[in-house]
T-cell receptor, first 113, second 120 residues
Framework: KQEVTQIPAALSVPEGENLVLNCSFTDSAIYNLQWFRQDPGKGLTSLLLIQSSQREQTSGRLNASLDKSSGRSTLYIAASQPGDSATYLCAVRPHFGNEKLTFGTGTRLTIIP | GAVVSQHPSWVICKSGTSVKIECRSLDFQATTMFWYRQFPKQSLMLMAT?????????EQGVEKDKFLINHASLTLSTLTVTSAHPEDSSFYICSAPRTSGGATLYNEQFFGPGTRLTVL
């Protein structure tokens, strides 16, 4: 059974700093991995999706990497801003045709102005 | 991007009553929709897969008679929490992958804003 873990559970950093969020999964046989952002009491916003054949994806100040063999992904946020404060979730999809996402435990990020 | 809406955004009900939550794909068709629940400070747990025109498939441990799912059209799925109890209080989120040419594009799912259910 796939298990997805995110460390740390919570993180506070001063504004302007670069930071890295970690996601690890126990079964490396994944189709893709997706990073989401969730604001308090809200739904999910997709940030980046990495296919199993890719090593990284970039969008603006965000960069996500994937090391499938070691079961790890990181989300790098450059020049953090207070608006980046949210909970970040990673989720893996097992294989093509299987739509069931397994979500990580989440990292609650607070950017201190 | 594709938009998924949920209604209501929050609901408070008495124990023993039933509550219906709607999930709509506003600008695309979705033959499949997913229902998740999220307890405070916890991650999303998949409850069931809603299939248009057929029965929903439920994850292990989810009572299908308690969480009734109806996927009446290509843009609407409903989750009814029957005889709700305080332990059913949670945040319920739906998601939908886009359908194109009869095929479901599972590459990316679009999530609704969630429904906060509080059972007194």
């Amino acid at each position: 059974k796939q298990e997805v873990t995110q460390i740390p559970a919570a993180l506070s950093v001063p504004e302007g700093e670069n930071l890295v969020l970690n996601c690890s999964f126990t079964d490396s046989a994944i189709y893709n991995l997706q990073w989401f952002r969730q604001d308090p009491g809200k739904g999910l916003t997709s940030l980046l999706l990495i296919q199993s054949s890719q090593r990284e994806q970039t969008s603006g100040r965000l960069n996500a990497s994937l090391d499938k063999s070691s079961g790890r992904s990181t989300l790098y946020i450059a020049a953090s801003q207070p608006g980046d404060s949210a909970t970040y979730l990673c989720a893996v999809r097992p294989h093509f045709g299987n739509e069931k996402l397994t979500f990580g435990t989440g990292t609650r990020l607070t950017i201190i102005p | 991007g594709a938009v998924v809406s949920q209604h209501p955004s929050w609901v408070i009900c008495k124990s023993g009553t039933s509550v219906k939550i709607e999930c709509r794909s506003l600008d695309f068709q979705a033959t499949t929709m997913f229902w998740y629940r999220q307890f405070p400070k916890q991650s999303l747990m998949l409850m069931a897969t809603s299939n248009e025109g057929s029965k929903a498939t439920y994850e292990q441990g989810v009572e299908k008679d308690k969480f009734l799912i109806n996927h009446a059209s290509l843009t609407l799925s409903t989750l009814t929490v029957t005889s709700a109890h305080p332990e059913d209080s949670s945040f319920y989120i739906c998601s939908a992958p886009r359908t194109s040419g009869g095929a479901t594009l599972y590459n990316e799912q679009f999530f609704g804003p969630g429904t906060r259910l509080t059972v007194l």
